[in-house]
DNA sequence: GTCTATACTGTGATAGAC
DNA sequence: GTCTATCACAGTATAGAC
């Protein structure tokens, strides 16, 4: 990109130096809060004053919108390692699916409040932050269609069980198994669902 | 409880004043959201200077509380109003229970967040103000306890597919039905649950 | 280029006059 | 009870030292 190799050097120094701010950001995030840390505080912990950050970050927001990149890339990087229904069959996909994301929501309650959780107060991601998110998806919607899953009433019906079990877990027993121990059950209703309703019929004539 | 006739018209006046101020609370948080509106803004609401707002609530913290406990004594009244499994079956109770928390959720998403996804910076609910949800919940487990589910598995799930439902439909779809529509299917996939693991089975010997 | 000192605005909260 | 004045602290903008 850069003309010369002295502004590429300096391009990467500011890349590693927006590196650790963002991981100092982390570290922060998980020991006092996600909306507690202070820039102030961000900085002591990079030995630099506050207003120093703004020559990495236009404000908190852009932090806030390069950890939810980050933390959506981690995800699509769990969605990516997970075996296929064809090598493993449907029934073992979607369990380790389904315990790959409650892995993921339980190993970083803090992470999972971002990404998942809409809750820092006027803030959204950007939609260049939000892309992974997209592309997970759409490699879950993949996933569930070599299972055999093609309506979107069975895929909502797939991310309304996992993203209950998930919230479940972390908001009423975090560092616990309660509702990771119920994903095998899960995962036989959303197939006995796909057994019953193979088409996602929209129920007309149900007695 | 007041000596005086005098002083319980003073309480009665202070009582009125605080839900002025929580109506206003309300309106604010629906217009700008739960944590954006300040304290001077709900005071020009209701005709005062901030700091007269410290004289009915000892700060933020107490409003967000009373408003939690409004909107808990509201969804506990909304369970009290179901109808019971013995009166209408087990079916349609399970699919009035589930409506009726979606449509607590959608109603107000504002109150959902509040009460079900905790997302206040550093706040967290009184034990006073967290007691009608306890109720709440016992109330949903009677409920459960008539169709026949006992074991707390069953109840975790319950909890799981009504919650994620919510959380969807909120996040993703908001003012839509797009998760709503799935309730019948869902009540539907958890009696089949308790047809086949009637006692709640940890499923040792599953193939 | 990188960082600092300084300062501005807005927040929740408090002290004390009336 | 309600006010004015003020506090400490937040995020952030700017000007300039090195």
Same mark, same amino acid.
């Given at each position: /990109? ?32 996600? @909306? ?9 912990? $990079?030995? /630099? ?5 703004? %020559? ?23 969605? #990516? ?5 064809? %090598?493993?069959?449907? #029934? ?13 929501? @339980? ?16 803030? %959204? ?9 997209? %592309?997970?998806?759409?490699? /879950?919607? $993949?996933?569930?269609? $070599? ?29 616990? #198994? ?7 059950? $899960? ?21």
């Amino acid at each position: /990109m850069d003309a010369t190799s002295g502004s590429a050097r300096v391009t990467a120094r500011r890349a590693a130096t927006r590196e650790t701010i963002l991981a100092a950001a982390w570290d922060l995030a998980r020991e006092d809060g996600l @909306t507690v840390f202070t820039m102030r505080d961000l900085a002591a912990r $990079v030995g /630099m004053r506050a207003p120093s950050l703004y %020559e990495y970050f236009s404000g908190k927001d852009a932090i806030y919108d390069a950890m939810f990149a980050q933390g959506n890339r981690a995800f699509l990087a769990a969605v #990516r390692a997970l075996p296929g229904p064809t %090598e493993i069959g449907a #029934r073992a996909s979607l369990i380790g699916a389904a315990r790959a994301f409650l892995d993921f929501a @339980t190993t970083d309650p803090v992470r999972f409040q971002l990404l998942f959780q809409r809750s820092i107060a006027g803030w %959204e991601p950007s939609p260049e932050a939000y892309a992974p998110a997209i %592309e997970a998806y759409e490699l /879950m919607r $993949v996933h569930l269609g $070599v299972t055999g899953v093609t309506d979107q009433r069975s895929l909502d019906l797939w991310t309304a069980l996992t993203s209950g079990l998930a919230h479940q877990q972390v908001a009423n027993d975090p560092g616990g #198994r309660r509702w990771h121990d119920l994903v095998d059950d $899960v995962v036989d209703l959303f197939l006995a669902h796909l057994t019953h309703d193979p088409e996602g019929s929209t129920h007309d004539g149900r007695p």
